[in-house]
């Protein structure tokens, strides 16, 4: 069972960074496209930045020139850095990963975090 584990989430005044992480793990064959969304309470979740495996790279406007995607292959890892956080960047943010599993041919799977809370506020 493949299985996603973010981590660093949690509370910051405006200005400040976090760093997201988000950890594959299981019978995964190949990595090929991670991002991070994310979702307030009565809207739609939203595409904040993607990163495929040849490493190029998409964000969402708002975000352009403050948030960096990128990734660890050997360590099945994205990460998130966040600086400059605004108050509207509060939202529960989840990984995404588009994975294939070796179960006797090659099949493509999507998997999703569980997704951790950022907050920022003064």
């Known amino acids: 069972q493949v299985q996603l584990v973010e981590s660093g989430g949690g509370l910051v005044q405006p200005g400040g960074s976090l760093r997201l992480s988000c950890a594959a793990s299981?019978?995964?064959?190949?990595?090929?496209?991670m991002a991070w969304y994310r979702q307030v309470p009565g809207k739609q979740r939203e595409l904040v930045a993607r990163?495929?495996?040849?490493?190029?790279?998409d964000y969402v406007d708002s975000v352009k020139g403050r948030f960096t995607v990128s990734r660890d292959n050997a360590k099945k890892t994205s990460y998130l850095q966040m600086n400059n956080l605004k108050p509207e960047d509060t939202a529960v943010y989840s990984c995404?990963?588009?994975?294939?599993?070796?179960?006797?041919?090659?099949?493509?799977?999507?998997?999703w975090g569980q997704g951790t809370q950022v907050t920022v506020s003064s």
């Open positions: 995404y990963v588009r994975v294939t599993v070796l179960i006797h041919v090659e099949r493509a799977f999507e998997y």
């Open positions: 299981g019978p995964i064959f190949r990595v090929w496209t």
């Open positions: 990163i495929h495996s040849d490493s190029d790279t």
